[in-house]
């Protein structure tokens, strides 16, 4: 060691923390987690603990000549959903209706699996009450549901041990091992649904945070994309704290998109992997966010993670796919390999959907993976989506006795529009004629184009961008969408779209405004376009089918009432 440096170590009293050591010059000379041994010239430092989005400082001196220079920092308090010490959100009544649901015999619906929901609110907003609005507060805690394919298997409303007083509601239960859907549901707020995967002799544990979003005074709204995951074997049911502030860490990393962890944090997360397989899923996602990920190590984290929770959990099959991509640069899945039930992370879900462009059976038909493939919504790094309601219960075409003043004499012009002949037919045609045509003549002209699809070359992104032409080429998108925008601040229409129709819908608005300036498709443009939807080719034609229908029902209602005004 040279005689103008001085030993110095910094640590966080827990060893949870990623720490930072920063010189007078605001640059970053030491990182490292838990603990750093460094050498360091005198001078004013500071050093940063950080955890989960909060942090802690403290400025030290390094003199010449010192010994070991000791800077130790408290534990950083953070928020979690988790009621555990050391955070922000945390209060003892939590924490002990936490225990209290563990140590209760289980509600049992099943055999050989745990599932565990805790809600809490972790404001003083329990304590404030009054008898005028304990009512609506109490909704707050209100609307989950745990269901499989057939039914559901436990509503939180009848079963939660729940303390409206102190802000809380908790369940401990026992299934079957498999793959089952929390919903929840609000009259408020709409509903939400995502996957819970429950493996053998594990207790899969969801802790959530509710928190006021919208009117002041509403029901509270529980945060999904903050949720804290977590599994534990079932003779360890609450993990340790440790873990819970090792996921948050990666949690965080892997929401940014890069993996930004220390290789001791890396190393807590694969040792820890063994009490808490969330960990491992963490770690593994990150290494793969690596410009050059470690594949050996990959192997070693998927075979153990394997073990735990089973081949075709679906995160571990998105996982080994990724590694077979690195390793054999394949380009589609393999023969035969289907995901029937969508993964727990967000990351996993984009690699196998991916897959899923290429292959339509990969998301086999009839299966919740394809079902909800373009119902896909933003929660930060856990999937979830919104259940579809149908396009016919979102908007309905005028009704035969709205339109008994038709002219017959017009059909022909619709017709030839609803059967995008011709490259020179125009949307104007439809506006002028559309409310001239009884509802079962457009039922069947929808009906007729769906049927003119061809189905077998339904993969084709040619045939995908000649619908595209026509869709956009035969419908008055600039007006549509003007409806659109109307019904969306009257109803929050567009929260009943699926996430392909709302990208489209722009894209056919543009596309129009080209073909009518005399421009033609830009093929690459529209091809990265429609891969970048990421769903199964089929479920891209179903909505690209759907919003034929809504283009023509809003056109209807559209052209009536612009009659009405003239």
Known sequence: MSDSKAAVTVAVADLAAALEIVDGG??????????????????????????????????????????????????????????????????????????????????????????????????????????????????SFTGFRLRNAAEVLIDYDQDAECDISHGYAVLAAE?????????????????????????????????????????????????FADASVQMAPFEFSYPRDKYFRLSEIARQSLLQGRNIVEREVMNALLQDKFGNPVLGLLAAHLLLLDEKPRLNLLHIVMGNLGAMLGGDFPDIV???LRLDQLEKHLSAPPAGLSVPFPPLFKASWDILAQQATQDDAFFPPGSLSREVADRIVDNGVWLAWRPSRKIEQLILPMTDQELQHQKWQDREHILAAFDFEGDQIDGTMLLASVRKLAKPVVREKLRQFIKSIDFEDKESI???????????????????????????????FSEQLTEVQKTLIPNLLLLRQALQKGGELDHPQWAHILDSLQVPRAVLLENLRDLARLGGALATRFIEEQSHKE
């Open 26 to 139: 605001f640059k970053v000379v030491a990182k490292g987690f838990g603990r750093i041994e460094t050498e360091l010239i005198p001078g004013l430092y500071k050093a940063r603990a950080s955890v989960g989005g909060a942090s802690q400082e403290k400025i030290f001196a390094v003199e010449e000549g010192e010994g070991v220079k000791e800077v130790i920092l408290e534990p950083v308090q953070f928020a979690s959903p988790v009621p555990m010490d050391g955070t922000t959100t945390s209060h003892e009544y939590h924490q002990a209706a936490v225990n209290e649901a563990f140590d209760r015999p289980p509600l049992q619906r099943g055999n050989g699996a745990g599932f565990f929901l805790s809600v809490r609110d972790p404001s003083e907003a329990p304590f404030n009450q009054t008898d005028e609005t304990i009512d609506r507060y109490a909704q």
């Open 462 to 492: 040619e045939k995908l961008e000649d619908l595209v032409v026509r869709l956009a080429r035969t419908l008055p998108w600039q007006s549509l969408v003007q409806k659109l925008a109307e019904l969306d601040a009257e109803e929050s």
């Open 175 to 223: 299934l079957d091992p498999g793959a089952y859907v929390l919903q929840w549901s609000s009259e408020q707020y709409g509903t939400l649904e995502r996957p819970v995967l429950l493996a053998p002799n594990w207790i899969t544990q969801l802790f959530l945070m509710v928190e006021p979003h919208g009117e002041t005074g509403g029901p509270l709204r529980p945060n």
């Open 318 to 320: 998105a996982l080994r």
